[in-house]
């Protein structure tokens, strides 16, 4: 079946560095590919999309870059902060108002 | 406040004996969905719906229904749960279009089936 799945599960970086979250998806008729966070008891908040169309997205921080030829996605964030270290989950659309995630990847920023 | 609430919050309940969890939104969206969320599993979508009266599946929807009748609510129904449905359960709205995938999320609902 369809299936979204991320290269790391865990990843934990210094305060201030960068990070990069990876994720390979398998549909290739998914038209959009999303980033959401989840801090610790909460729901998932939604960081960025891109459309298939796009190969680059910027937000505040963030960077989403998508490589429609290997099936990947990735999420960077910049100078990442305490206030970052959470559960981020990519997404993919294979249809309609249809939404499969990824298992997530724990990232933990240290002080 | 622009808000998606649920209730309850937490559940213990038996197994066969029917369920609502509730799902509310204020923001005006069209869209709303149901996902349950398992350890080592991620989130799952369970059912979604476009807009008033219109309601699909989403990948794990055996077990479950949903209604659409009102625009702000989208309440997910367990006629007979089973212990295989205890899990956190997340409700989600959003504009249509290209910001369907803007998805505000509920505070969750953890339901345990015995």
């Known amino acids: 079946g369809e299936s979204v799945g991320l290269h790391l599960p865990t990843l934990s970086v210094q305060e201030g560095d960068n990070s990069i979250i990876n994720c390979a998806y398998s549909?290739?008729?998914?038209?959009?590919f999303i980033w959401y966070k989840q801090e610790s008891g909460k729901g998932p908040q939604f960081i960025i999309d891109i459309r298939s169309n796009m190969d680059k997205r910027q937000g505040q921080r963030v960077t989403v870059l998508l490589n429609k030829t290997v099936k990947h996605l990735s999420l960077q964030i910049a100078a990442t902060q305490p206030g970052d270290s959470a559960v981020y989950f990519c997404?993919?659309?294979?249809?309609?108002?249809?939404?499969?995630f990824g298992q997530g990847t724990e990232l933990s920023v240290k002080p | 406040e622009a808000q998606v609430t649920q209730n309850p919050r937490y559940l213990i309940t038996v197994t066969g004996k029917k369920l609502t969890v509730t799902c509310s939104q204020n923001?005006?969206?069209?869209?709303m969905s149901w996902y349950r969320q398992d350890p080592g599993l991620g989130l799952r979508q369970i059912y979604y719906s476009m807009n008033v009266e219109v309601t699909d599946k989403g990948d794990v929807p055996e077990g479950y229904k949903v209604s659409r009748k009102e625009k702000r609510n989208f309440p997910l129904i367990l006629e007979s749960p089973s212990p295989n449905q205890t899990s956190l359960y997340f409700c989600a709205s959003s504009l249509s279009g290209s910001k369907r995938y803007e998805q505000y999320f509920g505070p969750g609902t953890r339901l345990t089936v015995t």
């Open positions: 997404a993919e659309t294979p249809q309609g108002g249809k939404l499969i």
């Open positions: 923001m005006n969206h069209e869209y």
């Open positions: 549909n290739s008729a998914s038209d959009y």
